[in-house]
């Protein structure tokens, strides 16, 4: 019997030990119309991506509107302005990690794409912040303005805009759970006249602890 | 149809033939531990014989399958020592991408280190080791191309959340042995300070660093030029000096009386394998403990072109680290131990029952069998063995050009030992990295640099 006993445990560690082979991981190819996943903890592509597409959009499309002193090209259509994407500052509560250079691209092209704007290359501006060893945030003084745009200039590409990007979160806590709003703005300035515009987009997202969480806080019957 | 009942004859035959299988698996296995294979080696290293030292470990790879992983860890910082920094980033990307799919658990492994030792499975890596894998990769990116370093900095951070999460979950405990390495964070933000562009970045990770060791004044000079300066002056470039410093955390075999929280543990491990009960007291079991061995070294002092420039600052106690993240899974690896002496108890019980004698010598064999078994057992020492106990930074900006760089090891802000040189080649704006080992009051190997002239 004891014998018996022993080989059913042991035949059942065998069936355990074959049944429990360690695993691969899989990977899979998102098509463009899928959503994107939702992240559980901080902000993702879900995020910004309709962040991005939104406040470019607005940009361009206030842009895009014909003024009396528009530059007009001999073909007759406006000329296009070089703006410098200076780069994007994140103030926001989260860390953005690898997100920041892909929004960063994702903004330039969306620009260079637009009939507006020609922009400068990155690599040019971060040789030009290189030589002249200017802070993005100090290039807005005047003197650092004329230095910088001259590096540029030299280079063969001359300014018209300055581009800056900066992403800034709002947080509400209500007990276990949070709403945070996310924000990002473009501002772009006139280095010649100094005149500048600012445009931004906003996603607002809860965070649970529990799945009812939602439910319980954003019911539309509550309030 | 009916079932006669074994004979006599059958059962002797059936527990021979068990104790054969017990004695088979005894003898594949041996009580030979990592810490005994891997002491030539190591001892090889520390006294500078760096490619004996290589041959040693290479040999050690080839013939003992089990031990391959930790001995490529081993290696790989051989490499970056001896200037092939690829090829020590391949051999840890290698060991990181194992570890990784390790960390999904093999019900075959894990049962048949029930009737052996831990020795038989293949070896995850320590938490600590997982972060330390990641770092030692940014540095090895550091050291030739620097293409994928800002990708492994990322990689510290992500490991060590997964870790904590993972400790939670399982244990339910708080993970108030988890911290990170500000190290992480430092190399991140000298990065992103290095792009002349995203000093926002740069001041997030300075100020999570500088949160982690307070006392830091280097992380706050650090953090006060990249909230107000600039990474470096028209016409200058910056010199890290990552030193790594005394010989770090390894494993070696203890006897441990079991705590009643591992009992607790190792009761439900063994409720769950089969029809055995725990008794209410165990006899010392061997498990694998960490020992960080003394240094008279503290920190390593700087001099470029004969000016003194001052001693590098702990960025990452690795000693502290290696203890936190063990002692927080000891009860596991307490628990496991203990299962495995009541399973093979069980089991020359079990053979007993089976044979039907109760014979004085037939008794006396089988337990003297059980015992020789148990004897057997070695605790699983492997572990990550060529890691200082401190990585320490001085960064310092100088004009570009050729420079002469100088490091001393120093005991209480004294030199305890002779000057090691090298020459360095500082471009304008960028950064230049020079790695170093000072185990005790001499270099193990020569000063390696990612740009020398």
Redesign the interface.
């Known amino acids: 019997m004891l014998r018996r006993e022993w080989l059913s445990g042991l035949s059942l560690l065998a069936a355990a030990g074959f049944s429990g082979c360690r695993g691969y991981q899989y990977g899979h190819v998102i098509k463009p119309s899928a959503e994107n996943l939702v992240g559980s903890h901080e902000a993702g592509a879900e995020v910004f991506d309709p962040l991005v597409d939104e406040a470019v959009a607005k940009l361009l499309a206030r842009q895009q509107i014909p003024t009396e002193d528009c530059p007009v090209g001999q073909d007759g259509l406006p000329i296009k302005k070089t703006i410098c994407f200076i780069g994007i500052e994140n103030k926001s509560a989260e860390d953005i990690g690898d997100f920041k250079d892909k929004l960063y691209n994702q903004i330039d092209s969306q620009i260079l794409e637009s009939n507006s704007f020609q922009p400068i290359s990155r690599r040019m501006v971060d040789a030009a912040l290189h030589e002249t060893r200017m802070r993005p945030d100090a290039l807005m003084v005047p003197d650092n303005m004329r230095l910088f745009t001259a590096v540029l200039q030299r280079g063969g590409a001359p300014v018209d805009y300055f581009l800056y990007a900066t992403l800034t979160s709002g947080t509400t806590k209500r007990n276990s759970s949070t709403q945070r709003d996310y924000e990002l703005t473009l501002e772009l300035t006139n280095v010649h006249t100094g005149q500048y515009d600012k445009l931004s987009s906003e996603v607002r997202k809860g965070y649970h602890k529990s799945a009812m969480g939602k439910i319980w806080n954003y019911n539309p019957l509550k309030r | 149809m009916i079932r006669c009942a074994?004979s006599t004859h059958q059962?002797s035959k059936?527990a021979v033939r068990l104790l054969v299988v017990i004695a088979s698996v005894v003898s594949i296995f041996g009580c030979s531990t990592h810490s005994k294979r891997i002491a030539i080696p190591r001892s090889l290293f520390y006294d500078g014989q760096m490619q004996a030292c290589r041959e040693g470990l290479e040999k050690l790879a080839k013939s003992s399958r089990h031990d391959r992983d930790v001995v490529n860890l081993d290696l790989a910082v051989v490499d970056l020592l001896g200037g092939q920094a690829k090829q020590a980033e391949a051999r840890l990307r290698d060991v990181r991408d194992r570890f990784d799919?390790?960390e999904?658990?093999?019900?075959?492994e894990?049962?048949?280190s029930m009737w052996t030792d831990d020795q038989t499975r293949s070896y995850a890596g320590e938490d600590y080791e997982k972060i330390l894998i990641r770092v030692m990769l940014s540095l090895s990116s550091l050291m030739h191309d620097g293409i994928d370093a800002e990708?492994y900095t990322?990689q510290i951070?992500d490991k060590h959340e997964q870790l904590t999460e993972r400790f939670v979950s399982t244990s339910g405990k708080e993970p108030t042995d988890y911290v990170p390495l500000p190290i992480g964070f430092y190399m991140r933000g000298m990065l992103r300070e290095a792009?002349?562009?995203?000093?926002?970045?740069a001041i997030?990770n300075y100020q999570a660093a500088s949160s982690l060791l307070p006392g830091c004044d280097p992380l706050l000079w650090d953090l006060a030029r990249v909230q107000k300066?600039?990474?470096?002056?028209?016409g200058h470039g910056v010199v890290y000096v990552f030193a790594m410093v005394g010989r770090g955390p390894y494993k070696v075999e203890v006897a441990e009386r079991p705590t009643s929280d591992a009992l607790l543990i190792a009761d439900r491990i063994v409720s769950a394998?089969?029809?055995y009960k725990l008794p209410p007291t165990i006899a010392p079991i061997k498990i694998p403990d960490i020992v960080v061995p003394d240094s008279d070294v503290d920190s390593v002092g700087v001099q470029i072109n004969a000016q003194r420039i001052g001693p590098t600052a702990s960025l990452a106690n690795i000693e502290e680290l290696a203890r936190k993240t063990y002692q927080a899974n000891r009860n596991s690896i307490v628990a496991r131990a203990v299962a495995r002496r009541v399973i093979k108890k069980a089991?020359i019980v079990?053979a007993k029952?089976?044979m039907g004698k109760k014979d004085g010598l037939t008794s006396l064999g089988m337990d003297i069998v059980g015992v020789a078994w148990e004897a057997t057992e070695a605790a699983d020492t492997r572990c990550w063995g060529l890691l200082p106990r401190d990585i320490q930074l001085l960064r310092v900006e100088v004009p570009a050009g050729d420079h002469v760089l100088n490091l001393s090891p120093l005991a209480n802000g004294r030199p305890v030992g002779p000057i090691q040189q090298t020459k360095v080649r500082v471009n304008d704006?960028q950064n230049t990295y020079i790695v170093s080992w000072f185990p005790d009051s001499r270099c193990v190997s020569q000063i390696t640099c990612s740009d020398a002239p």
Do not use: I
């Open positions: 074994p059962k059936f799919q390790l999904q658990p093999s019900v075959a894990n049962t048949v990708s990322l951070q792009t002349h562009r995203d000093y926002d970045d997030r300066g600039v990474h470096s002056q028209p394998v089969g029809p089991t079990a029952d089976t704006g």
